[in-house]
């Protein structure tokens, strides 16, 4: 396993343009050698955090990260694939070039001859064509130009990749597509994901464990299958029941049982309980510490007892 844990990454802030705040508290998680740890819950609750954290794009401003490593001694260098492909892509660069940049600053290619053939193999990889990397990111579609995204992350021969809702701009359809190509690339590069998603049939499809986060914590992590058979947190449960309709557009924002406080403004005791429909008085007075159950899930929440 490959562990990734911020035990006092305390008021960790993150601050984007409409000085929207985001902070993770306590985070640990396990992301299985070349399997797939998806962190899932509603927008705002701190999973892309999490995920910038560990591709390095954001660091602490206070508190402390620690990553183990893999079998070989060696921290994973992580890419990282967006949710919006166009605007990770530069919209006045050939595709070719896109996916050339990080073969040659890595110095991974020496002539322009290997470079364009790497390229050209990048690309058949995710479904394009050769021809494909004469064009500009806007000649393709919201599904192909994910698959660009993914042969430039592939470029750099990671073996860990981050994953911040990278189908959920895409339809439905295209969606199975995209992370079909993500399994498949998956098995055949031995690459490891954690991947973010609101969407939990997405994350079933897709992960191994599952670490649910409320309001920058993680409340439940477990086995994929165990978590969707037996949810043992309030939060994950409703998680479950709200699993969109197939036919239904997808959306980051889940209403059933309430909105999700302000991250400035955290209740107090379990972060759930103005929303838990279990609360008792100790739920508003004392936060739930994290405990292990036989199964080898773990879970935050005063009710959980060992079945
Ligand atoms: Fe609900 Fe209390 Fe458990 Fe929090 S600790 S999830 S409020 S029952
Ligand atoms: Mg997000």
């Given at each position: ?204 499809h897709m992960s191994d464990r599952i670490a649910v986060m409320y309001l920058g914590r993680i409340v439940e992590e477990g086995d ?70 036989a199964s080898g899930t773990r879970v935050a929440c005063h009710l959980v007892q060992e079945d």
């Amino acid at each position: 396993t490959f562990d990734v844990s911020a035990p006092w990454l305390n008021r960790l802030v993150e601050r984007k343009p409409r000085q929207h705040l985001q902070a993770v508290n306590d985070i640990s998680f396990e992301v299985p050698l070349g399997g797939c740890l998806s962190l899932v819950g509603e927008s705002g609750c701190g999973k892309s955090t999490v995920a910038r954290l560990v591709t390095g794009l954001y660091s602490a401003n206070s508190g402390k990260m620690q990553f183990a490593s893999g079998p070989d001694g060696k921290t994973l260098s992580a890419q990282m694939i967006f949710q919006d492909p166009y605007a990770s892509l530069n919209p006045r660069w050939r595709v070719k070039n896109i996916i050339a940049e990080p073969i040659r600053e890595l110095k991974l290619r020496k002539s322009a001859a290997e470079i364009d053939e790497r390229v050209v193999e990048l690309l058949k990889t995710v479904g394009l064509s050769a021809s494909d990397g004469q064009k500009f990111p806007h000649e393709f579609s919201g599904g192909q130009r994910q698959r660009i995204s993914i042969a430039r992350a592939l470029a750099s021969e990671p073996r860990f990749l981050v994953c911040d809702e990278p189908t959920s701009a895409l339809d439905v359809s295209v969606q199975a597509q995209v992370l079909n190509l993500m399994r498949r690339l998956q098995d055949e590069f031995g690459l490891t994901y954690l991947f973010i998603s609101h969407d939990m049939s997405v994350v079933r499809h897709m992960s191994d464990r599952i670490a649910v986060m409320y309001l920058g914590r993680i409340v439940e992590e477990g086995d994929t299958e165990e978590l969707f058979a037996r949810p043992r947190h309030p939060y994950t449960q409703l998680l479950l029941q709200t699993i969109p309709n197939i036919e239904k557009p997808q959306r980051d924002r889940i209403t059933a049982g309430g909105e999700v406080p302000s991250p400035f403004k955290p209740p107090s005791g379990c972060p759930f309980h103005p929303r838990c429909p279990s609360a008792t008085a100790r739920c508003s007075a004392e936060l739930p510490k994290v405990r292990t159950l036989a199964s080898g899930t773990r879970v935050a929440c005063h009710l959980v007892q060992e079945d």
